[in-house]
């Protein structure tokens, strides 16, 4: 199975500042078509997750851009250039590229 | 609009067996697969399985093979994750959520609770 490792674990940033987040998978999740196969989602409190990223970088229909995702096979990075209150939530990398599908732990981010 | 609409909170006892459904609707079932994803209690997500709703085959995560069966009736539109020999330890919030092909899981259910306990 693939292992997805997300850093940090937790975040604490004031409003309008930038937050990142880092998310490493055990395997490359570069697909033959030339595809990244990393997904990230939110899961704000008491709510299901939603989807913000696919393919590594293309946001989601209704994302915000101050959302923005990139990475190489490995390495992956979900950026937020102005961090706003609600963004406030739990997030998780996903890989795609093959069954199991597996996730990261979670980054926890809170407003300062 | 899609949406998925899942049946409500359970409680079982060790060793029974659980039913959770989930109804599509806004699009048509057999065009997309369908995950099961489950949370316990202030941890992460835990994927379970997938449903190909049109042959109805499922790949199941090795540590439910056994306990786990994905099934879906297209006539209703819904699918449904039935987990058996349930455990303390199956306590959690069972999401369904929609496979949008190579786009992410971009619709998930309201989630529902199972909680087991004696």
């Known amino acids: 199975d693939i292992v997805m490792t997300q850093s940090p674990l937790s975040l604490s940033v004031s409003p309008g500042e930038p937050a990142s987040i880092s998310c490493r998978s055990s395997?490359?999740?570069?697909?033959?078509?030339?595809?990244?196969?990393l997904d990230w989602y939110l899961q704000r409190p008491g709510q299901s997750p939603q989807l913000l990223i696919y393919l590594g970088s293309t946001r989601a229909s209704g994302v915000p851009d101050r959302f923005s995702g990139s990475g190489s096979g490995t390495d992956f990075t979900l950026k937020i250039s102005r961090v706003e209150a609600e963004d406030v939530g739990v997030y998780y990398c996903m890989q795609g590229l093959q069954t199991p599908r597996t996730f990261g732990q979670g980054t926890k981010v809170e407003i300062k | 609009q899609v949406r998925l609409v899942q049946s409500g909170t359970e409680v079982k006892r060790p060793g029974a067996s659980v039913k959770v459904s989930c109804k599509a609707s806004?699009?048509?079932?057999?065009?997309?697969?369908m995950h099961w994803v489950r949370q316990a209690p202030g941890q992460g997500l835990e994927w379970m399985g997938i449903i190909n709703p049109t042959g109805g085959f499922s790949t199941y995560a090795q540590k439910l093979q056994g306990r786990v069966t994905m099934t879906r009736d297209t006539s209703t539109s819904t699918v449904y994750m039935e987990l058996s020999s349930l455990r303390y330890e199956d306590t959690a919030i069972y999401y369904c959520?929609?496979?949008?092909?190579?786009?992410?899981?971009?619709?998930w259910g309201q989630g529902t609770l199972v909680t087991v306990s004696s």
């Open positions: 395997q490359s999740l570069l697909h033959s078509n030339g595809y990244k196969f």
């Open positions: 806004g699009y048509t079932l057999t065009s997309y697969y």
């Open positions: 959520a929609r496979d949008y092909g190579d786009e992410g899981l971009d619709y």
